[in-house]
Each structure stands twice: as structure tokens, then as C-alpha cells.
């Protein structure tokens, strides 16, 4: 999987994810039960240039460095070069979508932490865009996100692959 980042000489672009820190990313982690039947379907959160990740956690309330469903176990690195404004529009593009979301009720279909998201890089521009959408940034998540290891990888699949192996399983044995 591709990583968006280019290597600022200003600003550490260093994702350490022992520490939960993603500067300039979006991050990724799933959602109790829904991905277990559904791995394509997760909980999403923007971090700042710092790596402090915001994400819109249930009604009236933007979390800051603590995800509503865990720390992250995939990530995808965007390049402040690609924000008009550089750094400084890309952390008050962030900011100004997590106010606008502490006046939102959380709607899991339409009006969630990928819509956080999707205003966040809207408000600052990313790639010269202004219609990203929940379903372009799981997308992009799925092909340009990279996993925090096999852990991360694993978090977010063997819940599925039991529940396949099981139904699979029973499948076999009730004819």
C-alpha cells in the first residue's frame, strides 16, 4: 500500500504508533461487532500536524487523543504540501471541523466520523478537493492506508474470519 507523504525538512512526519501519534493522518480502527461482519466498515479520526488524533465520537463530542473504539490499526499519511496553506491550514481546517461537530448529532448512516473527516479536508482543500465524502475516504482507506503491523491487520480481520470459519462450519456439519 502507497503512503501520500513526502518528507518535511519542518515538521516530524514520523507515525509512531506505540505512542499514538499520526501526524497528518487519517486513521482507521473498527467498530465493535459491525466489523466483525463487516471489516470494511470502521471508525475513522484525523490527527494534526503533531500527530493528536481528533475524531467525532458520538453526539456533541469531537474526542482528542482518545478514539471512541480504540487506537488506530491502520493509518493513511496525506503530505501538508498538498494543503493550500500548508500546516497552519491543515491544523485549522481540523479544528474548525471538530467545532462544527460539537453541534452535530451522530447519525451512524449519514452524519459521522467520516463525515468529520470528509469536512476537515474539504474545509482545508486537500489535493485541491472540496467533495471528499465518507465513501471516497473509506476507499482510500482500504488503498492507501497501511496497517500498524500484523496486529493491526489482525484487529481488524480475525474477528471476521471467525465468524466466517464458524458459519462455514456449521454449514459443513448441518446439511
Known amino acids: 500500500m502507497s503512503n501520500d507523504s513526502e518528507k518535511s525538512t519542518d515538521t516530524d512526519m514520523e507515525v509512531q504508533p506505540k505512542h499514538h501519534r499520526y501526524p497528518f493522518c487519517i ?3 473498527p ?11 470502521g471508525h475513522m479520526g484525523i490527527a494534526t500536524s503533531k500527530g493528536v488524533i481528533r475524531d467525532f465520537a458520538g453526539s456533541y463530542y469531537v474526542s482528542e487523543d482518545d478514539m471512541a473504539f480504540g487506537w488506530p490499526t491502520m493509518y493513511w499519511q496525506l503530505s ?8 497552519e491550514a491543515f491544523d485549522r481546517a481540523i479544528k474548525e471541523a471538530s467545532d462544527e461537530y460539537r453541534t452535530h448529532t451522530h447519525n451512524i448512516c449519514c452524519d459521522n466520523c467520516h463525515s468529520h ?3 476537515a479536508l474539504n474545509t482545508m482543500q486537500y489535493n ?3 467533495n471528499w465524502n465518507m465513501v471516497h475516504l473509506a476507499t482510500m482507506m482500504i ?5 500498524n503491523g500484523i496486529s493491526g491487520f489482525l ?5 471476521f474470519m471467525i465468524v466466517v470459519g464458524l458459519l462455514v462450519g456449521i454449514a459443513i456439519i448441518l446439511p
Not at 488503498?143 to 496497517?147: A, I, M
Not at 484487529?155 to 474477528?159: A, C, D, S, T, V
Open 128 to 130: 485541491n478537493k472540496s
Open 117 to 119: 473527516v470528509a469536512l
Open 31 to 41: 467498530l465493535p461487532i459491525i466489523s466483525w461482519f463487516f471489516p470494511f466498515i
Open 80 to 87: 501538508p504540501d498538498k494543503v493550500p496553506g500548508g500546516i
Open 27 to 29: 486513521v482507521w480502527t
Open 155 to 159: 484487529h481488524q480481520y480475525l474477528p
Open 143 to 147: 488503498f492507501k492506508g497501511k496497517w
